[in-house]
């Protein structure tokens, strides 16, 4: 099985596209997504029609939740409760539904789903370190975790034989790696639509169940669309700018 992963896809239709196009050329044949498919961007509907024609396997995330009211928008900065409240006067019932059926972690066969932390998974707490990625993996019990969150690529392994809560960990905008000897992986796939390491390509990732290979790619888009709508819907100017920087 190879295993395609999106990460915060952020209501960016240009981004998830293009992504879903290279991973197509990728040969995935599962499909995941941690959380987060609306809030910042102009096209909460269309991305929840994607990610739903492609019968993905998705967790909740923050955005997610705070649309349906189940989160304290009081958590999020100015701009993301613009778009949260933006994003709620679009969204059509069946995306409500949609959206309040997805589960806060997803234990599949072949891997753990969340979008932060799997110790406290409805608090939402960000794998940025060494240490969060160690209280998380504490949980895991499948060999590969997926994380979103931190908009922030990282593989975090521990290898077969390594002493307790020893990880090895590779941070960079692209990654290639394998999951052969590991007892426990954890990715941080990136995001699709909101990057924030400097890198504004959108970012995707791929697990292949057969030969343990992984991998962090990421591929260019059309960002200067995606600006025009952002600004366009009216929602905050910086949302816009922010995806030419990558941050
Ligand atoms: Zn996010």
């Given at each position: ?10 209501s960016?239709?240009?981004?998830l596209?293009?992504v ?18 609306v ?29 349906l009211?189940l989160?304290?928008?009081?958590y ?14 679009k ?28 110790h406290m ?14 209280e998380s993996?504490r949980h895991q ?9 931190s908009h922030v ?8 034989h390594?002493?307790?809560n ?7 905008s692209?990654?290639e790696?394998s ?6 992986v ?8 909101q990057?924030?390491?400097e ?16 991998a962090?790619?990421?591929v260019a ?7 025009k709508?952002?600004?366009a ?13 990558g941050?």
């Amino acid at each position: 099985m190879r295993i395609g992963i999106l990460g915060d896809v952020h209501s960016n239709l240009e981004a998830l596209q293009t992504v879903v196009r290279a991973m197509r050329a990728d040969s995935v044949d599962h499909w995941v997504q941690v959380g987060d498919i609306v809030g910042y961007g102009a096209d909460p509907t269309s991305c929840i029609d994607l990610i739903r024609e492609l019968g993905c396997t998705v967790c909740m995330g923050n955005h997610d939740a705070a649309v349906l009211d189940l989160l304290d928008t009081d958590y999020f900065n100015t701009y993301a409760r613009a778009a949260i409240e933006w994003t709620r006067t679009k969204l059509r019932p069946s995306d409500l539904d949609y959206l309040r059926g997805l589960p806060t972690v997803v234990r599949h066969t072949q891997y753990t789903l969340t979008h932060g932390t799997l110790h406290m998974p409805e608090q939402f707490g960000y794998v940025l370190s060494k240490v969060d990625a160690q209280e998380s993996m504490r949980h895991q019990e499948t060999l590969m975790g997926f994380v979103g969150h931190s908009h922030v690529p990282a593989i975090y392994s521990e290898r077969e034989h390594a002493r307790p809560n020893e990880l090895e960990v590779c941070y960079d905008s692209e990654i290639e790696a394998s999951a052969v000897g590991c007892r426990r992986v954890l990715m941080n796939v990136g995001s699709v639509g909101q990057p924030r390491d400097e890198d504004p390509r959108a970012a995707y990732a791929l697990y292949d169940t057969d030969s343990g290979r992984m991998a962090v790619r990421r591929v260019a888009y059309d960002i200067a669309t995606t600006q025009k709508k952002i600004l366009a819907a009216g929602l905050p100017e910086v949302l816009a700018k922010r995806l030419s920087l990558g941050v």
